[in-house]
């Protein structure tokens, strides 16, 4: 299967997230079970191009992976139809209502999206970022087929829960007894691989489930 994903642009503000993404399509492309596979394609819906130093910083993270970050979102969204699921990583900052209008006009094409934490206030930009958040993220989960975080605690306790119409329907990645367990605090080191091959896990599934 095919899986297009939506990694959040504005790095400096979205730093362990980018990070942890990358990571995670890698591991979930690691995974091949009854003869399925996942093949990924890696994309910002930029809101200003990347620096040379993070296209390179996304280099040593996939280095064989294509990254798409360049590409205007428009452009970028006209190829959804090439893919059998998109995954949107959030918050995020780009192309929102873009998405939105793909989503309805593509109802049946499968829709994922995964919240992180929420948008940390370092600056006066960060407000507008979580601003963004609060105006596109609830309209996205009401068009989404399925939303997971990494921890139903941490959601209910995050704007995420307040993002969505019934906070039931939100899958956690990792069940809620899994030992040793670390959210994401801005440091990318705090997640584990052993963590990070449960959540692919939970997605492969998850993808599986929606394409059957």
Request: hydrophobic fraction near 40%; aromatic fraction near 14%.
């Amino acid at each position: 299967m095919r899986v297009f994903h939506i990694i959040p642009s504005a790095f400096e503000y979205f730093k362990d997230i980018k990070e942890e993404a990358f990571a995670l399509v890698e591991e979930i492309e690691k995974i091949e079970k009854a003869g399925s596979k996942v093949e990924s394609s890696i994309s910002t819906l930029q809101y200003s191009g990347p620096t040379k130093a993070e296209i390179k910083t996304l280099r040593t993270i996939v280095p064989e992976k294509e990254y798409y970050g360049e590409y205007a979102p428009a452009d970028l969204i006209e190829q959804f139809s090439d893919y059998d699921i998109i995954h949107l990583h959030a918050p995020f900052l780009g192309g929102g209502g873009l998405v939105k209008k793909w989503k309805e006009a593509c109802p049946d094409q499968p829709f994922v999206i995964t919240y992180y934490r929420d948008v940390v206030i370092t600056d006066l930009f960060a407000y507008a970022v979580k601003w963004y958040n609060g105006y596109y993220l609830p309209k996205l989960f009401s068009l989404a087929d399925v939303v997971t975080c990494f921890s139903l605690d941490n959601f209910h306790k995050s704007r995420g829960v307040k993002y969505m119409h019934d906070s039931n329907n939100v899958i956690s990645l990792f069940g809620e007894n899994v030992p040793g367990w670390t959210p994401l605090t801005g440091a990318p080191d705090k997640v584990k691989l052993e963590q990070r091959k449960i959540a692919a896990d939970f997605l492969f599934q998850i993808y599986n489930l929606l394409l059957n």
